[in-house]
């Protein structure tokens, strides 16, 4: 299988189908992965433009399989060094495969236009404008106008960290760290780094663990939790149950899903915690654990707007009226973590999102139907370039 191949049916099923792409590339070969990764979260993350320039070099609509196909030799036109007479005869050719020799001529035509400019963008006055300037959907765009008047330029712009970020395991201090992980940038809670044998090796033995910075912050917005019993209602993969472990919390973690908890195992077995993993559908309340935990955390599905640089997929599954229906979903498991808390314990809400529907409006229709609790430290962080993601958290204290 060539490698335009295998891209092709990433892509595939991440625009057709509605995969993760994470889990669209994550089947790849290891030869076939730095090349697909690049075309596939190219064409994503570009994906307003080259579908505006299918539209301005196209007399119909392209089948739904040939339009991935232009998408991904547009992509490669414009942003590769690949020679254009290759592209271009790669992809016809690809047409050819995928079962459409007689569009193989229409392929060509549209890619030799494509490759000549003859093709205009649409002009400010067409909102699609700001789909490409912005490289997002208008309904989003609209949103965080909305929601952010004054700062909506800057966070629509924001570009991402590309260094991953880790956090040090117990068995690892900051200073043997320090001395053989080469190029790093420290934060709060670890380290941006540029991925090393030292560090692939510390992580597969479980003395560091990659986890955003902003994920980092939510668990050290509960403070000292040693010795204090944390449910952690919406657990999976992990990655706070197990630094709340590491910080001597007693943790239980659940999800409502079965293969998800194995994820939860896996992560807490190489990072060597210890703690209770149920399966357990957080909008059903159980009565054994009724003012049971002195905390609890709520990480509740949401949008995930705020992390949408790394999961470029969003674009193509989320809408107003799904962010309706998840707002509802977020207000169903935020009641019912209430009832696990201890009087005086603390309730921690927070998504990887940063539209008030999802946030700050969830929190205060729950303060005003829970007066029992009472608002104790409440953050958005937006996506910068100084490496957060788009995260809330808001922690509530019960106070009877």
Known sequence: MSNWRASYDSLSEVIRSGAYVNLALGKLDEKDRAFVTQVVNGVLENYFELDSIIKATSPKAPQAAIRVLLLQAIYALRYMKEPEYAVVNEHVKLAEELGKEALKGYVNAVLKKVANGNYEFPPESDPRYEEIKYKLPTWLINIVKKNYPEDYDKILFSEKKREPHIRL??????????QKAGTFEKTKTGYYVTNTPFIKRAYNSG???????????????????????????????????VYLAEKGAIVTACDIHQHRLA???SYSDRMKTDFK?????????????????????????CSGIGVISK?????????????KVLVELQTRILDVAAMYVKRGGMLVYSTCSILKEENNDVIANFIQTHPVYVVDYEKQYLPSSDGTDGFYVARLIRRA
């Open 207 to 241: 003395k560091l663990t990659y986890q955003s910075y902003t994920s980092t912050m939510v668990v050290d917005a509960m403070g000292n939790v040693k010795g204090k019993t944390v449910l952690d209602l919406c657990a999976a993969p992990g990655g706070k149950s």
């Open 277 to 301: 993993i149920y399966l357990n559908d957080a909008t059903k309340f159980r009565s054994d654990w009724s003012k049971d935990f002195d905390a609890v955390l709520v990480d509740v599905p």
């Open 311 to 323: 999961r470029r997929d969003i674009i193509f599954k989320k809408s107003m009226k799904e962010i």
């Open 169 to 178: 395991g117990r068995a690892l201090r900051p200073a043997q760290f320090e």
């Open 263 to 265: 994820l939860i195992k």
